[in-house]
């Protein structure tokens, strides 16, 4: 049967946008410019789906150099020219975010860990405003980020939706403990040949391996 959902809560980062090899990327260069040599994956793996920020005494750890305000807008400037050149939707994103609309009455919201201005402007890249309209939320605006509940726990509020009536979906661990953590039900979105489990074990209760599977999951 079908499951019915009051609200669906979305990520963007990897679920929406196809921004983490490009955001990840930038980040490996600087951090080999201030002395951290990393490969991709490394990084990947590192810092997939947590803020920057918050990974502050890592960072300052292996580099020996604090993690100044400078060095963070120079980030966010240099990620940011990349994703306007680069970024594109993840295939199936749009058809998956209008067959939740559909199935929820609009009720649906994007809950990001990252910065709102970049949240923002990679929805609009992509076409996806319409159907998002101000309901935005960004984890730097939150008392803590993923995987604390509190980003899905207002994306709920702001919806007048209970938490666990709600489907997030999700494409890391982090975001995903995050959505247990809030008691909403978690699906994972995990492309085709990768490795699921980590995900599953964190709670995610179905795995995507395409994100336009959410159209058939969710029912017309």
């Known amino acids: 049967m079908t499951p019915r959902f009051d609200a669906v809560l979305f990520d963007c980062d990897g679920v929406l946008v196809d921004s983490e090899p490009i955001t990840n990327g930038v980040l490996r260069d600087m951090l080999a ?11 990947m793996r590192l810092f997939i789906g947590k803020a920057v920020r918050d990974e502050r005494a890592l960072i300052e750890a292996q580099t020996g150099r604090p993690l100044t305000e400078d060095w963070m807008r120079a980030f966010y400037e240099r990620r940011n020219q990349r994703l306007r050149a ?3 939707a993840i295939d199936g994103a749009v058809d998956a975010v209008r067959a939740a609309h559909g199935h929820t009455g609009g009720r649906i919201a994007c809950a990001s860990g990252a910065d709102r201005h970049k949240v923002e402007f990679q929805i609009d890249m992509v076409g996806l405003r319409p159907y998002f ?6 984890g730097h605006e939150m008392p803590r980020s993923k995987p604390a509940p509190d980003v899905y726990l207002a994306a709920a509020a702001r919806l007048q939706a209970e938490p666990a009536a709600c489907l997030v979906v999700e494409d890391t661990v982090t975001g995903v403990r995050a959505g247990v953590a809030a008691g909403c039900t978690v699906w994972a979105y995990v492309p085709e040949g990768a490795d699921a489990r980590p995900l599953v074990e964190a709670g995610a209760l179905q795995v995507l391996g395409r994100m336009a599977d959410l159209v058939g999951r969710l029912g017309r």
Not at 33 to 43: A, I, K, M, Y
Not at 133 to 138: F, K, N, Q, T, V
């Open 133 to 138: 309209g101000d309901r935005i939320l960004s």
């Open 86 to 88: 680069e970024l594109q």
């Open 33 to 43: 410019e201030s002395g951290w040599s990393l490969t991709q994956d490394d990084c």
